[in-house]
Every structure is written in structure tokens, then in C-alpha cells.
């Protein structure tokens, strides 16, 4: 449509919005797989801690049983014990080393026999647990080692930390895995750490046993949730490209339906926006105000008033200008029919139809129902058919026309002179009036020649007893002309320009 002429800007937005809309849902699909991959993580995570966390309790069970079963022997002379603190760890499948305490000094050991170090109560977590570096016969490996105590008696049982290295190892797999008892942790290297525990980046967990003084914790390194779903969502990636493909065209699609003509005209036509506007035709001799036509404008939105040559053409192929015209006769009938009792002789009202609402009987209904609103007698409504677009004389059309005939329609040939309607077709639809194209009026006061065409028009509807409208009248010379040479109905600007409404009702008062 001329009037949606495509600018630069327009190209471009809807380019960016047929982006958006293919865009837009990859983009949500593919932020939910990421919180997905997250939340997946975060299970995994989870679940490897708790592993690990039920491992160190079964391991630890066995280290304490040792030392509870050694608590009684403490205060005992060393050499008495010694031996029943070596079965404890020839027994005992993960303790490396027992020892005995009296009065917080490790007295006597498994290793060494007899034997004296302080213990400061601190050192060990909730009193229970201490993880060390090492101990003196192989100071490189990591030891936990678990106290018990009962008034001056103590008794030490140590867990080999190779076997918790291998548990974090095990059951890390791909997470990293740490054991932490008070200050101190443990890696799945064996290496003892005594330093702030470091944040993993991805799916941190954190669990603490609630049976010993330790926790757990497990993680992912950086860039984990990439790697999660490049391995485990090829296949969604492909369903996302798929819809944003699939939701792209659709956007596009819906922009370009929405913007074509036909669309608009529909859109336009609920919001009323096409409105009636009234030129008037006055008698030849009197320049009495005899009529009016009723021509459609169009008040767009953005586009201001617009001219009918840009729209009529869509709402003919559209088949909108039939549910158009209708509201156009709506509008000037609930104008006009307030006025039409003091209308002193019949007032014409004439109305462009097109051919393509001649093709029933529904014409008959609307100017039936049109004419039902103006008091009876007041005006003639004349419907102005083009000659450049004939109608077919078929059963439906010659019954079309007789029926309008009988309710008083007339019937005007519109832009005469510039289409081949014969005498048998002006006959056939028993036409009234015939108005003679502008471009013939335009002719007066040039050479005799081409003026020759116009007088030979009107010598014709004189002699097939119809009335003549001249068009696009502007001047006083051609009024003067056609007036001398028997025109009865003259129209243009010389006399009124189309007008809205409420302006012709206020001149209309005038004439
Ligand atoms: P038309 O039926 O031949 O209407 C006369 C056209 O000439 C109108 O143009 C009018 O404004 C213009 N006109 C009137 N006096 C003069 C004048 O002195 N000089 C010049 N240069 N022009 C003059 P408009 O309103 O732009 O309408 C253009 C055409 O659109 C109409 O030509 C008609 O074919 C069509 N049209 C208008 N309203 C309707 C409608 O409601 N239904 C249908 N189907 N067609 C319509
Ligand atoms: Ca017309
Ligand atoms: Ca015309």
C-alpha cells in the first residue's frame, strides 16, 4: 500500500523484532538449561558429600572402637599394655598407631613403647579429633587421630590418612572432594592444608558429620557448568535452534501479516477510522446547493488524512470497501437524517459503489435501510457506478438493479467518457444520470478540438434524457460553459471542496 510505503527504520525494526522473537526463546531455553546444569551439579555435589561423609563415619567407628576398647588399660605401666595396643592395629584395618594418656601425657604408644608427650586439649577438634600433617615415623603422611577420655585416662587410635585420601579420591571422581576436622584439610592428593579453606566456584557443598567433629566439602572448578552442558545437552541445543528457528519465521510472519494492507484496512475499518467526507453539487443555473457526494477519507493515525485513490484499491481486493461503503452510509445517514425534514425538495446524496458489492442482492438491504433513517421524500440517493469498472449484466445484477429502481435508488455513471459503456448499457441498468470525467471538463477554453469530445457527451445524455453532472468544475469560465450548453448538476472546487461533516452541515445552513 503507498501509504505503508517500507522506510529504512521500518526494514530495520522489523528485522530486529523477527531476531528477537527467534532469539529471545534460545536465549530463556538455553538460561534454563544452564540453572538446570547448575541444579544437577549441585545434586551431584551433594550426594558425593554425603557419600564421603558416611564412609568417614564407618572408617571412624572402627578407629574409636579401638580406643575404646583400650581406655580401660590406661594409667597401666606400658610394658603391661603395650602388646594389646599392637593388636588394636594389627586387628583394625584402618588404624595406623594407638596410644595411652594419663593426665593429658601420651605415655605409652604402639609404636615407640614407652613414651611421653604432652597433649593440649585445643589441638583437638570438639575435643575429639585432630588431624595432623603427619606423625614421627612418616611425618609426609597425613594421620586422624581420634581421643577418648575419662577422667585421668585417655587413649589415642590413629586413621591412616592414605585411606582417606583414597575415599576422597574414590568418591570425588570428578568433584573435588575435601575433608575438613577444626582448622585443618584434607585433599584427594593426601596433602595436609592448614590454610583457609578455598570457595569452589560451582556447586559448593558443605556437610558436616553429625556424629564426629569433621565436614566435607564438595565442589567443580571454574567453568564446570560449560563443560556439564556441552557433554550432556547437544541434543536440546539442537530442539532450542530448532524453536527459535521455528519462533523467528513465526515473528516474521506475524509482522508481515500484520502489516499488510488488507490487515490494516481491517484494523482501521473497527477503529472507525474511515469517515465520510461531502462535496457539494449545485444546480447548472441556480448554483443552488442540490446535493451532495460522499467521499471516503481515511484519518490514519500516523499518516493523517488520507486520499481514497491510496486505500480503495486494497479494500476492493481485500473485499473490505463492501463492509467499508456500509459503514461510510451509517455515518452520513446518522449526519444528514437529523437534517432531512427541512430539506425543501429532494436532496441527492450520491454514494461511490464498486462493482464487487453489486454482486448480490445485499445492496438492496443496505440503502433500504439507509433510506429508513431520512424522512420519507427528503432525499435521492444516487449510486455512482464507474465506467471504468462495468458491472455484468447477469440474472443477479438486472434483478439487483430493478429492485433498487423500485426503492427509488438512481443510478449515475461515474467518470463518464473515460470507459466504453454502449447505449444498450445505459438502457439495461435504466441509469439516470451520467457524470462527465473532470478530465473532459478540464478541456474548456482549450483548442475547439479537444472541447469537441466534451459537447459531443452532453448532445448524448440530452438526447438519451439523463442528467448530466459535470466533474472537477474550478473555474468560472467552465461553469459558464457547461451551464450555456445545458448541464444540469455542476461539482468541483469552484463551489466546495469535499468537506468533513459538521462543516458541510454548517454551510449546508447557509444554501
Ligand atoms: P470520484 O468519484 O470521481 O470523485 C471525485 C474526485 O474528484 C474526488 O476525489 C474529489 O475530491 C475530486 N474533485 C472534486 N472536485 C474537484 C475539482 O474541482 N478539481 C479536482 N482536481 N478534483 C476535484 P477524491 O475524494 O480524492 O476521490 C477519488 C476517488 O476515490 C473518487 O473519484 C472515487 O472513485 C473514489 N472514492 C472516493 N470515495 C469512495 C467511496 O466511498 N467508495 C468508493 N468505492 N470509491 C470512493
Ligand atoms: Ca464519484
Ligand atoms: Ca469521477
Redesign the pocket.
Known sequence: MPLTVKTRRQRSRRIIVTLLSGLLPMLLGFAILYLQAERALEQSTRLTAEEAIRQFELMLDNTAQAARELLPLAGKSCIDVNLALREQVTRRPFVRSTNLVWDDTNYCSSLFGDFREKIEAGDYSNGTLQLMKGNLVTPDSAVLVYRIGEGQKGALSTLDGYHLSNVLRMIGRSTILMLQVGPHWLTADGQFHQDPLPALPVAQTRLGSSRYAFSVTAGFPEGETWRYMSSEYPPLFSLLIFFGVVSGSIGHFVQKRSSSPSHELQRALEAAEFV??F?PVVHGDSKKWSGT?????WKHPKEGLV???LF?PF??HSGL?VP??RS?MQQTAALLAPLSTSFESPFHLG????ASHCKNLELVEDCRTFLGNFAPGSIHLVL?L?ERELIEPTAITLQLFEQLHALGVMIAI??FGTGHSSLGYLRQFNVDFL?I??SFVALIGTDALSRHILDTIIELSAKLDLGIVA????TEEQSDYLTAHGVNFL????FG??MPGEDFIKALSHH
Do not use: C
Not at 457526494?293 to 477519507?297: C, D, F, K, N
Not at 454514494?351 to 464498486?354: G, S
Open positions: 465520510p467526507y462535496q457526494e460522499v467521499l471516503m477519507r486520499r481514497p485513490d480503495i479494500a476492493e470497501i467499508m461503503t461510510l454514494i461511490n459503489i464498486t455512482e464507474t461515474d467518470d457524470k470525467d473532470q466533474e472537477g468544475v474550478e461539482q468541483g472546487y469552484l471542496r469535499p
